[in-house]
RNA sequence: GGGCGCGUAGCUCAGUUGGCCAGAGCACCUCGUUUACACCGAGGGGGUCGCCCGUUCGAGUCGGGCCGCGCCCACCA
């Protein structure tokens, strides 16, 4: 039912209780919701008035905060302001199990290790007694057996707290990023990408987590500051001995990793050694002195070593120059064995280098860093002492060592080659706030590379990829054979591509199974083709084309700012790949929840709070409330005291409610009262900002005006229409003819009240929603989630079509009427009386115009301020001049 | 080093195109149980709008320059 068919018919008496209460509210209304499928998406709308929401699928690595809360109410807030509107709300929730986070969670639990080549045991359980420092190794199959049963469990907590906290979410199509739905459709993305030749792979140097030993991608690092040391070194130049070259380095072991030294081209000072060769202090291994315009001539010496691989800049180097691989790093982060001598790494002592490098190898980096030094010491090769000093050092972000680059085969998507359509893109994208577009655009200039995104770990999505054996057993990279579409999904470590049998794996002439899995983002960057059910061609997971036409590209991606270079950048890449289109014409970036001293919160500060106790204490609508005040974009402290005002807002609905309900509802809905409709034409202002507000999604304006003017409507239209209200709730219909003034009046502001509340609950509703519903359903038929957004045409009908001429007049009636209220209300409060204290006579200087419009509130005024006369003085000033009553002794 | 954002009452923040004595909530103080509400109501004190120039009849609001905080990015040897 709308609320103009329910406010046109005639009403039953509303059923009020007694004594409304917050209690209980989230436990019944949930269930409501649930059981009537209040926000179930309707298929069978037309496009047009789809709202689709891409929602952040939480990471499910046990423990919400309340960062998650804050977040997800901004966005159910717009989601039920959007179904309101008479959208079709497309609103599903995803799982983000797939990848480390859950790995590292189910090796602690369980105590296991995966180990892939151990064989799949199909009756494995895990030990009674995990023990983390002897993992029991199991094979990926059993280990993805154990990861989907703890992420089961995560899962419905998550729900739970959803559910508690209201969220308008569709949970029939709840998806995950490790179901097979969503590996079917990012495996078919991937072969589209390959057969476009988007997707390729490379051997060649990548960013590498040595803890995790394991490929990682540029958007996945950070900036740690870390002590180091800068060692002060010195090369010969090979053939004069006398003649030397100094560098500076922060990595002198890798020295033996040296391929070269470089200069700026217009160095003066390097001028004599540009051209010759230099031999590497201890290993003796000849290396040209180039240059490259990259090289600071103010930094150090002037001189820079060029290593395979340091960092970032040696690899362009290496790439630009055409300079030899010399690696001495292995996957685990340590030195790794090196063929010095004859067929293997050129030394001019070879004895020496091999001595030598014995020292270090086997050793990690720090330790391998610290022998070298003195290695270099004992030598004479060590200028100076090493400056201390802090530097920025790459981390993976969910590591705990530096990254190094090591070379190895991975598999890359192609981003470098659209950076332009992908800025235009950016631009295309309505920013919600605009300035956040800025982050986007800093990212994408600064891509250095193609996208990695193959992962040498278990618990993902596998490449839908085998490779063929040569006679020798070899594998033949260059011949991946792809899964079939009508296939997927598949797991190559335990199916079988086409043409062979099973037997032929790891055999000669046979076929290999792609062994690693994809990134996390690369899965996660499609999530509207999951959410949407955009599975066409891949067996067995419910094809849903129409469904996926319905609501993709979506309307809006909310996230927070942190992911931009992540979640938002590679879900639009995917989407431009894939289908040429943005794939969704609004991003709502929201902030972060600070703790109170306004520090992120994280697990490792310990400064988390858990979200669960705050719903029980405040109530799920004062924590929303809480969360609605965060402007969006802007990082938010915690603050528990937003919560208390926010359950002082619900009570106060609630008792505004019963107030406005308490008597039996009039005929009609004109408003004849001058105060009445002006109260009303003001809230009609308020439902024009609230919604352009929503329009924009900023839903913080929206409580914030709704709010305060509920308020007002609170603390002076309720006070001032009091005494008419009640004026014949007692007296009755008993004087015929000579009360229709009265009774018209009564029935004027009885009609205001239940216009105005009808409006409020609903302006509400969306931050609000259990308390919205609570009083919606004392009066009104069907959920106040589902009924219409107040707007233009049932504001009109308070008029009963008489629009007033004088419509400015009675808006400054209900300006001075509150205004002298408030005065009268001082004037007792400064005289110590109460607020029932008689006013025998007010006098209001004041415009002529004010003094007016004065007279058509004046008996609301005299029985709100109980008041004898008024009278009224024209000033420049506005003054009330107060006289009270004697104060009786007694 | 580049970029973005922020700096308004003790605290958290509003202040949309420049316009009367700068606002709210919390906290603090005073008063008050009047039939929606003690999970309450009424009232009060409290601010050189970070600093300095400039544009203007008029600047919290626009422009420039500083200072401080936060975040993002960077080819950090």
């Given at each position: 039912?709308?609320?103009?068919?329910?406010?046109?018919?005639?009403?039953?008496?509303?059923?009020?209780?007694?004594?409304?209460?917050?209690?209980?509210?989230?436990?019944?209304?949930?269930?409501?919701?649930?059981?009537?499928?209040?926000?179930?998406?309707?298929?069978?709308?037309?496009?047009?008035?789809?709202?689709?929401?891409?929602?952040?699928?939480?990471?499910?690595?046990?423990?919400?905060?309340?960062?998650?809360?804050?977040?997800?109410?901004?966005?159910?807030?717009?989601?039920?302001?959007?179904?309101?509107?008479?959208?079709?709300?497309?609103?599903?929730?995803?799982?983000?199990?797939?990848?480390?986070?859950?790995?590292?969670?189910?090796?602690?639990?369980?105590?296991?290790?995966?180990?892939?080549?151990?064989?799949?045991?199909?009756?494995?359980?895990?030990?009674?007694?995990?023990?983390?420092?002897?993992?029991?190794?199991?094979?990926?199959?059993?280990?993805?057996?154990?990861?989907?049963?703890?992420?089961?469990?995560?899962?419905?907590?998550?729900?739970?707290?959803?559910?508690?906290?209201?969220?308008?979410?569709?949970?029939?199509?709840?998806?995950?990023?490790?179901?097979?739905?969503?590996?079917?459709?990012?495996?078919?993305?991937?072969?589209?990408?390959?057969?476009?030749?988007?997707?390729?792979?490379?051997?060649?140097?990548?960013?590498?987590?040595?803890?995790?030993?394991?490929?990682?991608?540029?958007?996945?690092?950070?900036?740690?500051?870390?002590?180091?040391?800068?060692?002060?070194?010195?090369?010969?130049?090979?053939?004069?001995?006398?003649?030397?070259?100094?560098?500076?380095?922060?990595?002198?072991?890798?020295?033996?990793?040296?391929?070269?030294?470089?200069?700026?081209?217009?160095?003066?000072?390097?001028?004599?050694?540009?051209?010759?060769?230099?031999?590497?202090?201890?290993?003796?291994?000849?290396?040209?002195?180039?240059?490259?315009?990259?090289?600071?001539?103010?930094?150090?010496?002037?001189?820079?070593?060029?290593?395979?691989?340091?960092?970032?800049?040696?690899?362009?180097?290496?790439?630009?120059?055409?300079?030899?691989?010399?690696?001495?790093?292995?996957?685990?982060?340590?030195?790794?064995?090196?063929?010095?001598?004859?067929?293997?790494?050129?030394?001019?002592?070879?004895?020496?280098?091999?001595?030598?490098?014995?020292?270090?190898?086997?050793?990690?980096?720090?330790?391998?860093?610290?022998?070298?030094?003195?290695?270099?010491?004992?030598?004479?090769?060590?200028?100076?002492?090493?400056?201390?000093?802090?530097?920025?050092?790459?981390?993976?972000?969910?590591?705990?060592?530096?990254?190094?680059?090591?070379?190895?085969?991975?598999?890359?998507?192609?981003?470098?080659?659209?950076r332009e359509a992908l800025l235009e893109r950016g631009r295309e994208l309505a920013w919600h706030p605009p300035y956040m577009r800025a982050r986007y655009e800093d990212w994408v200039n600064g891509?250095?590379?193609?996208?990695?995104?193959?992962?040498?770990?278990?618990?993902?999505?596998?490449?839908?990829?085998?490779?063929?054996?040569?006679?020798?057993?070899?594998?033949?990279?260059?011949?991946?054979?792809?899964?079939?579409?009508?296939?997927?999904?598949?797991?190559?470590?335990?199916?079988?591509?086409?043409?062979?049998?099973?037997?032929?794996?790891?055999?000669?002439?046979?076929?290999?199974?792609?062994?690693?899995?994809?990134?996390?983002?690369?899965?996660?960057?499609?999530?509207?083709?999951?959410?949407?059910?955009?599975?066409?061609?891949?067996?067995?997971?419910?094809?849903?084309?129409?469904?996926?036409?319905?609501?993709?590209?979506?309307?809006v991606r909310p996230q927070a700012h942190d992911i931009i270079r992540?979640w938002l950048f590679?879900t639009i890449?995917?989407?431009?790949?894939?289908?040429?289109?943005l794939p969704w014409r609004n991003a709502a970036i929201s902030?972060?929840?600070?703790?109170?001293?306004?520090?992120?919160?994280?697990?490792?500060?310990?400064?988390?709070?858990?979200?669960?106790?705050?719903?029980?204490?405040?109530?799920?609508?004062?924590?929303?409330?809480?969360?609605?005040?965060?402007?969006p974009g802007?990082?938010?402290?915690?603050?528990?005291?937003?919560?208390?005002?926010?359950?002082?807002?619900?009570?106060?609905?609630?008792?505004?409610?019963?107030?406005?309900?308490?008597?039996?509802?009039?005929?009609?809905?004109?408003?004849?009262?001058?105060?009445?409709?002006?109260?009303?034409?003001?809230?009609?202002?308020?439902?024009?900002?609230?919604?352009?507000?929503?329009?924009e999604f900023?839903?913080?304006?929206?409580?914030?005006?709704?709010?305060?003017?509920?308020?007002?409507?609170?603390?002076?239209?309720?006070?001032?229409?009091?005494?008419?209200?009640?004026?014949?709730?007692?007296?009755?219909?008993?004087?015929?003819?000579?009360?229709?003034?009265?009774?018209?009046?009564?029935?004027?502001?009885?009609?205001?009240?239940?216009?105005?509340?009808?409006?409020?609950?609903?302006?509400?509703?969306?931050?609000?929603?259990?308390?919205?519903?609570?009083?919606?359903?004392?009066?009104?038929?069907?959920?106040?989630?589902?009924?219409?957004?107040?707007?233009?045409?049932?504001?009109?009908?308070?008029?009963?079509?008489?629009?007033?001429?004088?419509?400015?007049?009675?808006?400054?009636?209900?300006?001075?009427?509150?205004?002298?209220?408030?005065?009268?209300?001082?004037?007792?409060?400064?005289?110590?009386?109460?607020?029932?204290?008689?006013?025998?006579?007010?006098?209001?200087?004041?415009?002529?115009?004010?003094?007016?419009?004065?007279?058509?509130?004046?008996?609301?005024?005299?029985?709100?301020?109980?008041?004898?006369?008024?009278?009224?003085?024209?000033?420049?000033?506005?003054?009330?001049?107060?006289?009270?009553?004697?104060?009786?002794?007694?």
């Amino acid at each position: 039912m709308t609320p103009d068919q329910s406010e046109t018919q005639p009403q039953a008496a509303a059923e009020v209780p007694e004594r409304p209460t917050l209690d209980g509210l989230e436990e019944r209304w949930s269930e409501v919701w649930e059981r009537e499928g209040c926000y179930r998406f309707d298929r069978s709308a037309p496009r047009e008035r789809v709202f689709s929401i891409d929602t952040p699928p939480p990471t499910v690595s046990g423990s919400l905060h309340v960062g998650h809360v804050f977040s997800y109410t901004h966005t159910d807030a717009v989601a039920r302001y959007q179904r309101m509107r008479g959208k079709a709300v497309f609103y599903p929730m995803g799982w983000d199990d797939n990848g480390l986070p859950t790995e590292r969670r189910v090796q602690n639990h369980f105590g296991v290790r995966c180990d892939p080549s151990v064989p799949y045991d199909p009756d494995f359980t895990p030990p009674a007694e995990p023990s983390e420092r002897e993992p029991v190794p199991i094979s990926r199959p059993n280990f993805v057996e154990l990861c989907l049963r703890l992420t089961e469990t995560d899962e419905r907590a998550f729900e739970e707290l959803w559910r508690g906290l209201g969220l308008s979410v569709d949970w029939s199509m709840t998806y995950t990023t490790i179901g097979a739905r969503a590996q079917g459709i990012s495996q078919r993305s991937f072969l589209g990408l390959l057969a476009r030749g988007q997707a390729y792979q490379l051997e060649a140097p990548t960013l590498w987590d040595v803890d995790f030993q394991t490929a990682v991608a540029q958007a996945e690092l950070e900036d740690r500051e870390r002590p180091g040391a800068m060692s002060r070194v010195r090369f010969h130049v090979a053939g004069a001995d006398a003649q030397e070259a100094l560098i500076e380095t922060t990595r002198p072991e890798l020295i033996p990793a040296c391929v070269a030294l470089l200069a700026h081209p217009d160095d003066e000072r390097q001028r004599e050694l540009v051209g010759k060769e230099v031999l590497t202090p201890l290993f003796g291994t000849r290396v040209p002195v180039l240059t490259h315009a990259l090289v600071d001539p103010q930094k150090g010496t002037g001189l820079v070593m060029v290593c395979t691989f340091g960092d970032l800049t040696d690899v362009v180097w290496w790439r630009e120059l055409g300079l030899p691989v010399r690696s001495v790093l292995g996957p685990d982060g340590r030195l790794a064995d090196v063929p010095w001598g004859a067929a293997g790494w050129e030394s001019e002592d070879v004895g020496r280098a091999r001595r030598d490098y014995a020292e270090l190898r086997g050793k990690t980096v720090n330790q391998a860093r610290k022998r070298i030094l003195e290695l270099l010491e004992q030598a004479g090769d060590i200028v100076g002492e090493p400056t201390l000093l802090t530097r920025a050092v790459k981390f993976f972000e969910k590591g705990e060592r530096p990254v190094e680059i090591i070379t190895s085969r991975q598999w890359f998507f192609r981003t470098v080659a659209h950076r332009e359509a992908l800025l235009e893109r950016g631009r295309e994208l309505a920013w919600h706030p605009p300035y956040m577009r800025a982050r986007y655009e800093d990212w994408v200039n600064g891509l250095t590379g193609d996208w990695c995104v193959s992962r040498q770990r278990f618990f993902g999505v596998p490449f839908p990829l085998w490779y063929p054996l040569d006679a020798a057993g070899a594998v033949l990279y260059d011949e991946p054979i792809a899964a079939r579409e009508d296939q997927l999904p598949v797991d190559p470590s335990t199916d079988v591509p086409e043409g062979y049998a099973a037997e032929q794996r790891g055999r000669p002439n046979g076929f290999a199974g792609d062994p690693d899995v994809m990134d996390t983002w690369a899965t996660s960057s499609l999530t509207p083709q999951i959410a949407g059910g955009h599975t066409a061609g891949t067996a067995g997971s419910g094809e849903d084309d129409e469904l996926f036409a319905k609501v993709f590209p979506m309307d809006v991606r909310p996230q927070a700012h942190d992911i931009i270079r992540t979640w938002l950048f590679s879900t639009i890449l995917r989407s431009h790949l894939d289908y040429g289109v943005l794939p969704w014409r609004n991003a709502a970036i929201s902030g972060w929840v600070l703790d109170p001293d306004r520090k992120k919160m994280s697990k490792s500060k310990g400064n988390v709070v858990t979200p669960m106790h705050l719903l029980e204490e405040y109530g799920a609508d004062a924590v929303r409330y809480w969360a609605a005040n965060g402007r969006p974009g802007t990082d938010t402290a915690f603050d528990a005291q937003q919560m208390k005002v926010g359950r002082r807002l619900a009570v106060k609905l609630l008792n505004a409610s019963k107030f406005a309900l308490a008597d039996l509802p009039p005929e009609g809905q004109s408003l004849s009262n001058p105060l009445d409709r002006a109260m009303v034409a003001r809230l009609g202002g308020v439902v024009a900002d609230a919604t352009s507000s929503f329009e924009e999604f900023d839903y913080a304006r929206a409580l914030e005006r709704v709010e305060g003017f509920f308020w007002w409507y609170c603390d002076y239209y309720l006070e001032l229409v009091k005494g008419r209200r009640y004026d014949t709730a007692g007296s009755g219909g008993g004087d015929g003819a000579a009360s229709d003034g009265a009774g018209e009046a009564t029935a004027s502001v009885s009609r205001a009240l239940r216009r105005s509340l009808s409006i409020f609950q609903r302006l509400l509703a969306p931050f609000l929603p259990f308390v919205c519903e609570e009083v919606w359903s004392w009066w009104q038929e069907g959920s106040v989630h589902l009924a219409s957004w107040p707007g233009g045409a049932e504001l009109d009908a308070a008029f009963g079509g008489a629009q007033a001429a004088d419509g400015d007049l009675e808006n400054t009636a209900l300006a001075v009427t509150a205004d002298v209220l408030s005065e009268v209300r001082k004037a007792k409060s400064q005289a110590r009386r109460p607020m029932r204290a008689r006013v025998t006579r007010a006098v209001v200087h004041d415009s002529a115009e004010r003094l007016a419009a004065l007279e058509l509130g004046a008996e609301d005024l005299r029985g709100a301020g109980s008041i004898g006369t008024i009278e009224k003085v024209v000033s420049q000033e506005f003054a009330v001049d107060v006289e009270l009553e004697e104060e009786t002794a007694d």
